[in-house]
């Protein structure tokens, strides 16, 4: 992170990949959504060895909508600790710049 001048090389936040993975959720929310009426009702939620669906759910808007729900919580974690890790290196980057002699 140090060269030999002692500057502090700051690493980039992927920020755009953070922000590409929450348009994924929200374009897989509304080709859902729109495309609501054609889910089959009992959805399948399980399938066997055999491939063939072996349990299923009355159709639901938790039903449908809701793994996608649960993800957005640990995208929402790494999204706070990816900030805040970027935050902390700016802290650091700005303790370690050169004092300027006035």
Same mark, same amino acid.
């Not at 348009?23 to 009992?42: F, K, M, Q």
């Not at 640990?74 to 006035?102: D, F, M, N, W």
């Given at each position: ?8 090389? /700051?690493?980039? @936040?992927?920020?755009?990949? /953070?922000? $590409?993975? %929450?348009?994924?959720? =929200? /374009?897989?929310?509304?080709? *859902?959504? *729109? ?7 009992? *959805? ?8 063939? $669906?072996?349990?299923?759910?009355? +159709?639901? @808007?938790?039903? &449908?909508?809701?793994? *996608? #729900?649960?993800?957005? &919580?640990?995208?929402? &974690?790494?999204?706070?600790?990816? &900030? %805040? $890790? $970027?935050?902390?290196? =700016? +802290?650091? @980057?700005?303790?370690?710049?050169? +004092? +300027? #002699?006035?």
């Amino acid at each position: 992170m140090s060269d030999d001048d002692g500057i502090y090389e /700051l690493v980039p @936040a992927p920020l755009g990949w /953070l922000v $590409a993975q %929450y348009e994924v959720i =929200a /374009l897989c929310v509304l080709v *859902l959504g *729109l495309n609501y009426d054609r889910i089959p009702d009992p *959805l399948p939620v399980h399938w066997g060895p055999s491939g063939q $669906a072996d349990s299923w759910t009355d +159709k639901s @808007a938790g039903a &449908v909508f809701g793994m *996608l #729900a649960i993800s957005i &919580v640990p995208l929402g &974690v790494l999204t706070s600790v990816i &900030v %805040y $890790a $970027a935050h902390q290196q =700016a +802290k650091i @980057a700005h303790r370690e710049l050169p +004092k +300027k #002699a006035c």
